[in-house]
């Protein structure tokens, strides 16, 4: 409509400059303009005297507008722009030729319908004006002699190195604009910001064709998971399934298989009015080993795509147990029964450190005969070689002040886990608000005042929070979760506290007389994180129950796992994806630290890479230029199937650990996922670029629109706008609406 009204399309407005082409000054214009208006006034004044004032202004105005604008169309106005010169410039056009383009709507595939397109007038209406250039991108892209004969269709689709690559080929070429035809459908996860600035800083303008549904009715996709990495053994693992679809409702199932045994499964009501929706499903770890996952979506009746309904993931479940430190200031039932409740566990091994009198303390879990034999560790080093470390009833006096920054480092630069348990000498009663401990907490504590510690009863119930939390996971089901924590006996002490800091989460609360204060909370704090629980009494659940009820070992169990499950070790392993789908590049990164885990910038660490077929290859990973402790590298995995990645690292002779990682490589799934028109990335491209989004059924002024442009060679050239139509329209809607009021009023 804006072309229909002002001749030319709006980018050429906002690349052109206005002037007059008759070349009379702009000041003669407003003068004749002023003359005009002054002999109407007169005119008015003489002709029709009878009509009230009012109406006289009425009349006046639109004769004046008029009049002004007859003065400029005779003034010529036109814009000036550089346009490409006729058959000197090169037009590339490149096409998507990726397996989602041969996806059917209607009678034809989505490339048939681009085919078509572009046959109907607009290759010849390039070829009048510019030399065409074809080429065909997937994965890679590559020239076309034309759009007769097309390749097999490919597995993946790369917009932005397709891009990219035309623009560097054509570098030495004037050439004018980049014309893709594409879903949009960039699955390379590698359109960066970099990719885009590369191609934004050609100056050459690229014109983007959207094909194919931006929704697609009756489809779901299951489009991520998110998973940890590794589990301990017989430990419950949760995963985050995020899915994608219409928003028009209906019921579907997930499931999840290790190989050909289902795990987990878990019925799903679509939300309607919701595209995008999250679902938590949990499973057991098993016993130690890889689990070979497959998360997939019963499909819906009349699915059209299937493809996307499935993901595929690696778990590594390794062998030893993760070691929690407990230090216990005195002795009480709440320590035998935790330690009861982690005797059968094989996932984690509680080491305790019980005081019984002055410098005297009862050791348990120990391998060896010298550990904690001097008490709590004196070093960084001996600490740190714990995962978790647990403090009860214990004042903070009791611990020098670097034993304290000990365990700040613990938890900030170690990565590790601290829980605080309530007490008589627990949390503020025992001085941890005033200690170096305190910034890790995720509660604020009274430095001194009245006792926060009270043996009273008091309920425990689940917050939010807790409802999705693996610690507090007594019950696969929510509803039942709920029920079994309501059932548990009350407490007989808890302890308060002041205001929970920013960052804290609120698993459970413990409510007396209609008040409720938080009871079990997390933070996050620097690599790891700190907990309270501010009671010593959870041990009543299992003395107040019957003997075979397991919840208190399960909350126990599960609450230690949670501590010490993903602490690091001095060498970690990661990657930027944990499936490469249609794409063999994986990207590995790798943090090292010393003993006392500062930051190894000077170690030698290599990535052995082994594929399920046992072939296996080495790199080095070299230092990042940004974070200290850092190592990158990038490997090509050309197989399908899983691989493992171990990084070894060393400073000088002695060796500061190694770390393992499984991740998954697959081909030719990649196409079915995300199927609908990304049409916000081809908008995007077309207008940080200077050109223009344009759809299939409306490419009629391609050609023109391309002629337009600052690259390639250019000429200045003048576009006339006195005969634009909206210029003519005004001035029919003047002169009606002059003639119905002359009319209405009676002097025509």
Known sequence: MFEFLFKYPLSVYRKGEFLFASGLSVWLLFIAAAAAAGGIWWYLQRSHARLSQAKQWILWGLQSAMAALALLMLWQPGLAVRSLKSEQNVVSVLLDLSRSMALAEGDQSRLQQAVAALDDGVIEGLRERFSVRFYGFSGDVSRLESLEVLPDPGNATHIGEAVAGVLRESAAAPLGAVVVISDGSDNSGSFSREVMAAIRNSRVPIHTVGVGRTVIPGDIELSNIDLAAR??????????????HGGDGGETRLTVRDGTTILASKDISLRRGEQVQ???????????????????????????????????????????????LYVEGEPRWEYKFIRRAMTKDESVNLVSLLRTSTNKYYRQGVETADQLEEGFPETAEELFTYDGLIIGSFEAAFFTP??????????????????????????????????????????????SGSKTFSR??????????????????????????????????ELADYQTFGELKPAAVTLLNVSRGGEQSPLLVRQNYGRGKTMILA???????????????????????????????????????????????????????????????????????????????GTASAVEMHPSTEEQGIYLAEVTATKAGAYRIEAQAFLGEDSLGAAALHVRREDGVAEDFHPVQNRDLLTRLAEQTGGQYWTVDDLSGLPEQIRFSDAGITAREILDLWDMPFLFLMLLALKGCEWMLRRQWGVI
């Open 231 to 244: 589990a301990l053994p017989k430990s419950r693992v949760t995963a985050r399934a995020t899915i994608e």
């Open 278 to 324: 999250a679902e938590w499903i949990d499973f057991p770890a098993g016993e130690p080993g890889i689990r070979d996952l497959r998360f997939s979506l019963d499909p819906l009746p009349n699915e059209e795509i299937t493809g996307n309904n499935y993901l595929r993931r690696v778990l590594d479940v390794p062998r030893g147990r993760k070691k929690v």
């Open 402 to 447: 670097e034993q304290q920054r000990m365990i700040r480092d613990f938890v900030g630069k170690r990565g590790g886990t601290l829980l605080m348990l309530g007490g008589r000498a627990g949390l503020a009663d025992g001085g941890w608000g005033a200690s170096q401990v305190e910034e890790t907490l995720p509660v604020q504590l009274a430095v």
């Open 456 to 489: 009273e009863k008091a309920k425990v119930s689940l917050t939010v929070e807790g409802r999705d939390s693996l610690i507090t996971r007594l019950a696969a089901d929510p509803a039942e979760n709920t029920k079994l924590w309501d059932e548990l006996p």
């Open 535 to 613: 009671t010593g009494g959870t041990w009543r659940w299992k003395m107040s129950l019957p003997h075979e009820d397991e919840r208190h070992h399960t909350f126990w169990r599960q609450l230690l796992r949670a501590m010490s499950a993903d602490s690091p070790g001095a060498v970690t392993i990661s990657s930027d994806r944990s499936l490469y789908a249609d794409d063999p590049r994986m990207q590995l990164r790798a943090e090292v630290r010393t003993k006392e885990y500062d930051p190894a910038n000077n170690a030698i660490v290599t990535a052995t890479v082994t594929a399920d077929d």
